[in-house]
């Protein structure tokens, strides 16, 4: 079975811990041994917060956070090879310095809490943070990429420059699905850069915001090329080489609609042929 373990300084060896750890000096360690169903050792009381520091699962081993239940975790999280931490209930990332997420294992939470000012660092986790119910940008910018099923939502009011995704922002989006994308860039402290879309197919949408002057880099060679331009009542009126979104779906769809928002603070355009503010 899987238990929490804790470490016998006296015998020098890690061993079933007695009482489920619930400080944020506390390091949890969850191995596999034989067959069984992942378990939190005698957590019982409901609606109740467990404080923990760093969390470290080992390979196959797995920890699920029920629903009615929170687990705050102020340190960083590392996953063994096929390892699992998910949450019916909720996962806050808490911490006061930068936390990291990190392994070949995977996090699939119906609700999550990003709360630390330093940030979470989460690109040298294996595969995408997933989101089946809420998320909540309270404080600090996520590293890393985030996937969000067909149900899942955030705050959009919550989302500022100083709390939002830094890297691939995934929707499973259905017809005529709309999603505000909380994708945003690290310009000094942060930048938040919406990117709202509404899709005529069901699909994984995948959008991220870049800033470099690196020629493109990523982009069509033909991107900046004024033909692109000029000509047509339809066209690109202002295009920059610092900031731009790459977006990607895994079926084929139309953007009905697009409209992106660089601060977040009412400087917001659409792409609208009759408007001539750029």
Not at 161 to 177: A, C, E, L, R, W
Request: hydrophobic share 30%; proline share 1%; aromatic share 10%.
């Amino acid at each position: 079975k899987y238990n929490w373990v804790t470490y016998d300084s006296e015998n020098s060896k890690y061993v079933q811990a007695a009482n489920y750890p619930n400080a944020t000096t506390h390091n949890v360690f969850v191995e596999q041994y034989g067959s069984g169903e992942g378990c939190i050792h005698n957590w019982t009381t409901a609606n109740q917060t467990i404080s923990v520091n760093n969390v470290t699962l080992g390979e196959n081993a797995a920890v699920n956070v029920s629903n009615d239940k929170t687990l705050s975790v102020s340190g960083n999280v590392t996953l063994g090879t096929d390892a699992s931490l998910s949450a019916d209930g909720t996962v806050e990332f808490a911490g006061t310095a930068v936390q990291t997420i990190s392994g070949e294992g995977t996090l699939i939470f119906n609700n999550v809490t990003f709360n630390n000012a330093n940030g979470i660092n989460a690109t040298n986790l294996s595969s995408p943070i997933k989101i089946g119910g809420t998320a909540t940008f309270t404080n600090g910018i996520v590293h890393g990429d985030v996937y969000f099923d067909k149900i899942a939502t955030y705050n959009v009011d919550g989302v500022n420059s100083s709390k939002f995704v830094d890297g691939n922002v995934t929707k499973k989006m259905v017809n005529d699905d709309t999603f505000t994308f909380p994708v945003g860039a690290m310009v000094g402290d942060g930048q938040i850069a919406n990117f709202n879309a509404t899709t005529t197919n069901a699909t994984d949408l995948t959008v991220r915001c870049n800033t470099d002057n690196h020629d493109f880099d990523g982009m069509p060679d033909w991107w900046e090329h004024g033909g692109n331009m000029d000509g047509s009542s339809i066209h690109l009126d202002h295009v920059s080489d610092r900031e731009y979104w790459i977006v990607g779906s895994t079926e084929a769809t139309n953007l009905s609609t697009v409209q992106l928002y660089w601060d977040g603070s009412g400087s917001n355009h659409s792409f609208d042929t009759n408007d001539d503010g750029g």
